[in-house]
């Protein structure tokens, strides 16, 4: 049973481009979280999905972030006309059940280099 | 104030040395979890607490929620624990994802 896939490892982006990470969750888990680690800082969480529903995207930046979880295939972190200070670790998570106190299962994460 | 706070931030210690890392929170939670993220990256979650204490080899965890206080003990140390150690809450009143986490504490474990 593979753990939670993310892909790719690292991504080098110019200022302006787009940005698009990719998150597969382990087999038989529907839910899917993204955070980031900003340089010297803790993690943040950013937004959590269920298949095909945007649960809580109250961690998002408002503006060029979107996050999906499609019914087939794996959950897409995009950010728009990236910017020097999206430059972070971004990770995603997978649990089996909507449940507070699930365990969570955490991806080796997408380190994102905006030049 | 950060609602989930660690210590110490910077921990070295001997190989075979006992560790305890702290954790506060000022939310009330449902659960608290301790991650460890290696040198490369990864996260690991070690345990998810909502009372008392678990165990798993050299590792304990304990959390009292009437103080609001967790702690991650590691016994006979070794140099293969150096890595950051993170506790993070699950904010009771959220039913979302949104767990609210600690800076970490970086260990580095001599030989």
């Known amino acids: 049973n593979a753990g939670v896939m993310q892909n790719p490892r690292h991504l080098v982006r110019r200022r302006g481009q787009e940005a698009r990470l990719r998150c597969s969750p382990m087999?038989?888990?529907?839910?899917v979280y993204w955070y980031r680690q900003l340089p010297e800082e803790g993690l943040k969480f950013m937004v959590y999905?269920?298949?095909?529903?945007?649960?809580?995207e109250s961690g998002m930046p408002k503006e060029r972030f979107s996050a999906e979880f499609p019914k087939e295939g794996p959950s897409i972190l995009r950010i728009q006309q990236v910017v020097r200070g999206d430059s972070a670790a971004y990770f995603c998570a997978s649990s089996p059940r909507q449940r507070n106190n699930e365990k969570l299962f955490f991806g080796s994460g997408t380190q994102l280099s905006v030049l | 104030k950060n609602e989930v706070e660690q210590s110490p931030q910077n921990l070295t210690a001997q190989e075979g040395e006992f560790i305890t890392i702290n954790c506060s929170y000022s939310v009330g939670i449902s659960a608290l979890h301790w991650l460890q993220q290696h040198p490369g990256g990864g996260i690991v979650s070690l345990f998810m607490?909502?009372?008392g204490k678990k165990k798993h080899g050299r590792l304990i965890a304990t959390i009292n929620i009437q103080e609001k206080h967790s702690s991650l003990h590691i016994t006979a140390s070794h140099p293969r624990d150096s890595a950051v150690y993170i506790c993070?809450?699950?904010?009771?009143?959220?039913?979302?994802?949104?767990?609210?986490f600690g800076q970490g504490t970086e260990l580095s474990v001599k030989p």
């Open positions: 993070a809450a699950w904010d009771n009143y959220n039913q979302g994802g949104k767990l609210i």
């Open positions: 999905l269920q298949k095909e529903n945007i649960i809580d």
């Open positions: 607490l909502s009372s």
């Open positions: 087999k038989g888990h529907s839910h």
